[in-house]
């Protein structure tokens, strides 16, 4: 079987033409900032006590195995709705199954980077993808470009929207995971939690190459419709459903391989129209704000806008928080 891949397929077009600046982004915690919208209300009763968590330096994963340790819990009974980035300032929750009427002593709490803001309970476990999404506030620095020009673009991107790629940090440095998916499906053994990262890394990488072939095919503007969906490939999740062969010959070894490990398909929007986009230039460059849907990345609306450098360029997966 033949598993192609070179660094350079990491980079995927644009949909409204080249960018037009540059600038540095995350050069602070402060300067990339996440707030979770959990999207429903907390009921006050329940199995499950919510913790809501200001956190800076931290990754959602170790975050969620310190609450389990400090709780004396199997890491299966803290949920999350979503990893948030480790180089940021991030506000999410953490659910922890702790059944019974006996609120949780927390006072002894104290995990670095990590803020308690607020305790509630409520009946469910909170799961990935459960929330409404998120809302950001990032500020560019460094910024080079004319003011006009980024204005138009950011307008346009408002309305028209952006691809919705997975980030180049879902990838690892110079596509390490997918580097690693590819010795997987050649059958080298790894851990399992690792087993999951590269899995991931390698059906993010089929979508994200077949959104960029529609825009590199688009000829009329208006045959771009972001809510169009597409196949994250891996099993049918049901027989009467057929999924369509990827374009390319050798990415259809890549699907193949992610059956072989049972991964079950899924679909995804094609492009994101974010929600109450705002920007301001000041002093220190470009700050901008706006709301995601749940899988989303801010860094893939950045790309459509300019050309930047970033924490993950350092070799941190910002998603995660964990060096590759």
Request: glycine share 10%.
């Amino acid at each position: 079987m033949s598993f192609i891949f070179e660094p350079k397929q990491l980079d995927f077009p644009r949909l409204n033409g080249p960018a037009v600046g540059s600038g540095i982004l995350r050069q602070s915690w402060q300067d990339f900032q996440v707030e979770e919208q959990l999207g429903f209300e907390l009921t006050g009763v329940g199995e499950h006590v919510y913790l809501k968590i200001r956190k800076r330096g931290a990754n959602t994963g170790w975050v969620s195995d310190r609450l389990s340790e400090f709780l004396g819990l199997r890491y299966f009974d803290v949920g999350y709705a979503g990893k948030k980035d480790r180089h940021a300032v991030t506000t999410q929750w953490f659910s922890c199954w702790l059944p019974g009427l006996q609120e949780p002593d927390l006072s002894g709490l104290n995990i670095e980077g990590v803020e308690l803001l607020d305790v509630v309970r409520h009946e469910r476990k909170l799961r990935i993808g459960a929330h409404g999404g998120n809302r950001f506030r990032l500020q560019v620095t460094n910024l080079s470009g004319d003011q006009a020009m980024i204005e138009a673009r950011l307008e346009m991107i408002s309305k028209a929207g952006f691809p919705n790629y997975f980030g180049k940090q879902r990838f690892g440095i110079e596509g390490n995971n997918l580097k690693h998916a590819r010795m997987m499906f050649e059958g080298t053994k790894f851990a399992r939690k690792k087993r999951g990262i590269y899995l991931s890394a390698a059906r993010s990488w089929l979508f994200n190459q077949q959104v960029a072939a529609m825009i590199d095919d688009r000829i009329e503007e208006d045959s771009w419709k972001p809510d169009k969906k597409l196949w994250l490939y891996g099993l049918s999740p049901h027989r009467d459903i057929t999924i369509p062969p990827l374009s390319a010959p050798d990415f259809e070894q890549w699907g193949k391989g992610l059956e072989e490990f049972k991964v079950k398909a899924s679909e995804r929007q094609i492009g994101v129209v974010p929600l109450d986009l705002k920007w301001t230039f000041n002093e220190d460059g470009l700050l901008l704000s706006f709301d995601l849907p749940p899988g989303a990345y801010a860094t893939s609306l950045v790309q459509e806008l300019i050309d930047f450098s970033d924490a993950d360029d350092f070799g941190f997966d910002s998603r995660s928080g964990e060096k590759h």
